[in-house]
């Protein structure tokens, strides 16, 4: 039958009994010493039974550690009157005190261990003023036999239940490295699903699962590829996968590396938003937003000339569309499955204004545009009206930055790109390379238009 006897009483009782026995039957032989025979008759039947009495009480009724040490402190006060009752006798005293405290101080640590000796001190003085106290060095040789045979049983005992521990700890530490590496390798490929806030936030266990939501003020992005439709029919599958996995790889990568929260994967379509779960200040996560989308367009065009590279002759091109406004933010779904994302009207109208965008454009929302029109060039573009909005939008393209955080301007269009630092430019050298660069590209373009005729009129 299983003990369901704590740990810690097992360990404190069980091994003590043999010790305690030994020390019975070193009472016994000091018995013919004795006038009063019946008073250490008595005294032996106890040590006898007591652990035993103890252990059977324990395992019965106590399951605490608090318990156990209480337990203990009557252990100790018994173990001082049995010392006194040998006279500390040396063997003997060796094989009492070894069997308490050795198991008091694996048991408890040092302070506990204080503890008994006091408890031991207050038995051994009961014993001093009720019975008087003479010290007996002189034992007969049983009394040396069995000594030394507790104190080696008790050693033995004890080491063998702690090896036995260090196995069963061993295999539950190794149980556990593996249900954690495991458990380590589900999380990694459950946190591929979801956004990497998301994520942090159920890791760190500050996402209630439950139907909470918010209201925040939002930027909403959605971005979606042109004509992907007619692309699906001329490629086949495999090769359209590694093409699709490819460019949201490419933009899920952007998203994260301005902050933004992946909402969703919609096929080639991409939806994003800034300002949950963290924020810093609308101005900034509508910057940070529409910074994305201009790198994300600056991406595509490196990624349209590896594609063609690779064989792919239809290049691919984006449409962008984004807004700012206060969106419902939360769990939506129902108790078997939950989708961390936002609703309202905002959302609807950048998804609409990525429909209404042409080839490579950035369109954004006039309250969008008022928070990034100090460090943006946009261009006013004439109201539209989409379905499920009752009011025309007021509609602005996104050309370029004005300039960046480091006062670093930037302009560029098809094929150029011109970086100025604002901080060390001097005006007289911008305009010579200016000149400089103009002149080289005018006589390539008339080199290239001189060039020599083979026999066939074809240009060599």
Sequence with gaps: MKSRTHPLIELAYRPRVIAYLGTGAIIVSMIPTRVDTGWLLALLFFSLIYPQLVYWTASRWFNSRNTA????????????????????????????????????????????????????????????????????????????????????????TISYIVYHWVLVSNAGLSRMRHHHDRLRGVTDQLSKYISPQIYHRISEDTLPADFRTNRKKLTVFFSDVEDFTELTDNMEAEGLTLLLNEYLDEMAQIVLQYGGTIDKFMGDGLMAFFGDPTTKGSHDDAFACVSMALQM??????????????????????????????????????????DYTIIGSSVNIASRLE???????????????????????????PEIRVKGIGRPIEVYEVKRLMVDQDGIFIRESAGFRLTMDSGIV???????????????????????????????????
């Excluded at 065009?301 to 594609?307: C, T």
């Design 426 to 460: 001097e005006p007289e050298k911008i305009y010579a390379v200016l000149q400089e660069t103009l002149a080289e590209t005018q006589r390539l373009q008339l080199l290239k238009s001189q060039q020599p005729l083979d026999g066939t009129g074809l240009s060599r």
């Design 69 to 156: 040490v209480r337990i203990q402190y009557i252990d100790s006060v018994f173990a001082g009157i049995l010392c006194a009752a040998i006279h500390l006798a040396p063997l003997p005293l060796v094989s009492i005190i070894s069997a308490l405290f050795i198991s008091t101080m694996l048991l408890f640590g040092v302070a506990g261990c204080l503890s008994g000796c006091i408890w031991f001190s207050v038995g051994f003085a009961l014993y001093v003023v009720f019975e008087g106290f003479y010290f007996e060095p002189e034992v007969g040789l049983l009394t040396i036999i069995l000594s030394g045979s507790a104190v080696c049983i008790y050693g033995v």
């Design 297 to 338: 367009r600056r991406r595509m065009v490196q990624l349209r000339k590896k594609w063609q590279e690779d064989g792919i002759a239809k290049p691919l091109h984006i449409r962008i569309g984004i807004n700012t406004g206060y969106c419902t933010v939360g769990n939506f779904g129902s108790e078997a499955r939950l």
């Design 355 to 381: 429909g209404a965008a042409t080839r490579d454009e950035i369109l954004i929302s006039y309250e969008t545009y008022l928070l990034i029109k100090d460090r943006m060039f946009c261009e006013r573009k």
